[in-house]
């Protein structure tokens, strides 16, 4: 079964720092991987989407990496803003077909003025 | 990019009465959905799967019951709570499953709806 695990939990950081998020999943066998992001009390925006043949994905500030060997992937934030506090989920789709997505438990991201 | 909606965005009801949430793909067609909810500072966790014209198959613990979920097109589908109790108060959010140009197969959130039963 798989599973998704993200670290930190929670992290604050000041304005301007780039960052990274951490997502680990147990099964390697994946179809794709896919990073959300998510604001209090609001749906999940849809941020990157990289294919299991694919190792990274960029756009903007945000580049995702997929290292489907070690069951790793990284979320890096360029220069922070205090817009990009949020929440960051990661979530795993184990295969193309029924089958719905794995989440992690989330980074509640805080960007400090 | 494909768009998926959810009716109503937040609902407050009494103890002991139904809800239905309605989950839709505006631009394209699902031939399966799958409802997910969130509690308070806690990740989405899978509920069902609707498959279009077929029985939803729900997930452990999950009583079918209680959560009666129809597709009854491609769509659309919708998520009856019956009988609901504070215990359900939550963040319902739908997918909608979409295999886009190029055979990437994803999938599309609904913004979520918040139910609050008193």
């Known amino acids: 079964k798989q599973e998704v695990t993200q670290i930190p939990a929670a992290l604050s950081v000041p304005e301007g720092e780039n960052l990274v998020l951490n997502c680990s999943f147990t099964?390697?066998?994946?179809?794709?991987l896919q990073w959300f992001r998510q604001d209090p009390g609001k749906g999940l925006t849809s941020l990157l989407l990289?294919?299991?043949?694919?190792r990274e994905q960029t756009s903007g500030r945000l580049n995702a990496s997929l290292d489907k060997s070690s069951g790793r992937s990284t979320l890096y934030i360029a220069a922070s803003q205090p817009g990009d506090s949020a929440t960051y989920l990661c979530?795993?789709?184990?295969?193309?077909?029924?089958?719905?997505?794995?989440f992690g438990k989330g980074t509640r991201l805080s960007v400090i003025a | 990019g494909a768009v998926v909606s959810q009716h109503p965005s937040w609902v407050i009801c009494k103890s002991g009465t139904s809800v239905k949430i309605e989950c839709r793909s505006l631009?394209?067609?699902?031939?399966?959905m799958f409802w997910y909810r969130q509690f308070p500072k806690q990740s989405l966790m899978l509920m069902a799967t609707?498959?279009?014209?077929?029985?939803?198959?729900?997930e452990q613990g999950v009583e079918k019951d209680k959560f009666l979920i129809n597709h009854a097109s491609l769509t659309l589908s919708t998520l009856t709570v019956t009988s609901a109790h504070p215990e359900d108060s939550s963040f319902y959010i739908c997918?909608?499953?979409?295999?886009?140009?190029?055979?990437?197969?994803?999938?599309?959130f609904g913004p979520g709806t918040r139910l609050t039963v008193l």
């Open positions: 631009d394209f067609q699902a031939t399966t």
């Open positions: 997918s909608a499953r979409d295999i886009v140009a190029g055979g990437v197969d994803t999938q599309y």
């Open positions: 609707s498959n279009e014209g077929s029985k939803a198959t729900y």
């Open positions: 099964d390697s066998a994946i179809y794709n």
């Open positions: 979530a795993a789709n184990p295969y193309s077909g029924n089958t719905p997505l794995v």
């Open positions: 990289i294919q299991s043949s694919q």
